[in-house]
């Protein structure tokens, strides 16, 4: 999803929460004064809603957002950042067939060349749990836009989701080898206001996108594929780098358990469970058949 505050112009003020709270209120009062002058109309008119709306969904305020984002595609129709914000609203709050509908409207109105809204209905279809269609939108963008290091990965691991682990691997090997580090530069405006200010000091920022939370995901997905076809030396290096990253860890302790390094797994094991807080009885009964299958079955029940 592309960086919202930088899209549409809008300063984020980096202080406690009562002065970010009269901050935005302030914001949101000169955006009223824009919108009801009746000097606004198309584009300005609806970015100016938008703006006011984005400040909403920041104070999770999802009813007055709604408001101002139906009134900015009221007033623009065409706008395609417009169904993109009412479609990420929709997912903020569960209403999935909705942000589907949006985005594919956001699809619709792209340039050609624009693979940023099929990424981002990929993204919702995976939280709808229907992988195969996210992967043929992550397979539509990335035809407008093969070098895209991000759809790749991401299609990778919906590929992983989906269970197709020969494609998978093929898409995940590819995207380890190529991590760029850093996504992109965003630059936002920030402002730092403090007690004694009447008016906050505001300046754009450098701030780099860096490809970590992607790779973590991707060595926990590349990992679980390995140590289920049984390459539990390559998954256990694999899920030592993914961390703690969607159960990564016991499934490093398992692996380790199959190398014969009892103590280590058993930790693992132990180490993940209380950080998903899972009983930890209830994560080695999960696995108990493929434990007993170890030589460090004794090590773990007895």
């Given at each position: 999803?592309?960086?919202?505050?930088?899209?549409?112009?809008?300063?984020?003020?980096?202080?406690?929460?009562?002065?970010?709270?009269?901050?935005?209120?302030?914001?949101?009062?000169?955006?009223?004064e824009q919108i009801?002058?009746?000097?606004?109309?198309?584009?300005?008119?609806?970015?100016?809603?938008?703006?006011r709306g984005?400040?909403?969904?920041?104070?999770?305020?999802?009813?007055?957002?709604?408001?101002?984002?139906?009134?900015?595609?009221?007033?623009?129709?065409?706008?395609?950042?417009?169904?993109?914000?009412?479609?990420?609203?929709?997912?903020?709050?569960?209403?999935i067939d909705e942000a589907i509908d949006d985005a594919a409207q956001a699809i619709t109105l792209a340039p050609a060349g624009d693979p940023q809204p099929y990424f981002f209905r990929a993204e919702i279809w995976e939280q709808k749990g229907d992988y195969a269609k996210a992967v043929a939108d992550y397979d539509a963008g990335l035809g407008r836009d093969p070098k895209s290091w991000a759809g790749r990965m991401q299609r990778g691991l919906a590929l992983a989701k989906l269970g197709d682990d020969a494609h998978a691997l093929e898409a995940l090997d590819e995207a380890i080898k190529t991590d760029p580090k850093i996504l992109?530069?965003?630059?936002?405006?920030?402002?730092v206001?403090?007690?004694?200010?009447?008016?906050?000091?505001?300046?754009?920022?450098?701030?780099?996108?860096?490809?970590?939370?992607?790779?973590?995901?991707?060595?926990?997905?590349?990992?679980?594929?390995?140590?289920?076809?049984?390459?539990?030396?390559?998954?256990?290096?694999?899920?030592?780098?993914?961390?703690y990253t969607e159960g990564a860890m016991v499934y490093l302790g398992l692996s380790r358990l199959a190398l014969g390094d009892c103590k280590k797994g058993y930790g693992n094991i132990r180490q993940g469970s209380d950080h998903d807080s899972i009983d930890l009885d209830d994560a080695l009964a999960k696995h108990r058949d493929f434990i007993m299958k170890t030589t460090c079955a004794s090590y773990v029940f007895d």
């Open positions: 999803m592309r960086c919202l505050s930088a899209v549409l112009g809008l300063a984020l003020l980096l202080t406690v929460s009562g002065a970010r709270a009269q901050f935005y209120n302030s914001e949101r009062y000169k955006l009223t009801e002058s009746g000097e606004l109309s198309g584009d300005a008119l609806a970015t100016a809603y938008l703006k984005y400040l909403w969904m920041l104070e999770h305020d999802g009813k007055d957002a709604l408001e101002d984002i139906n009134q900015a595609i009221a007033a623009a129709p065409k706008m395609i950042l417009a169904y993109e914000l009412r479609a990420e609203l929709f997912k903020a709050t569960g209403r992109r530069t965003e630059h936002p405006r920030e402002c206001r403090t007690q004694a200010q009447t008016t906050p000091n505001c300046k754009t920022v450098d701030r780099p996108v860096y490809t970590d939370e992607l790779m973590l995901r991707a060595y926990r997905s590349r990992g679980v594929i390995l140590f289920n076809q049984g390459a539990y030396e390559r998954a256990a290096a694999d899920l030592d780098r993914a961390g």
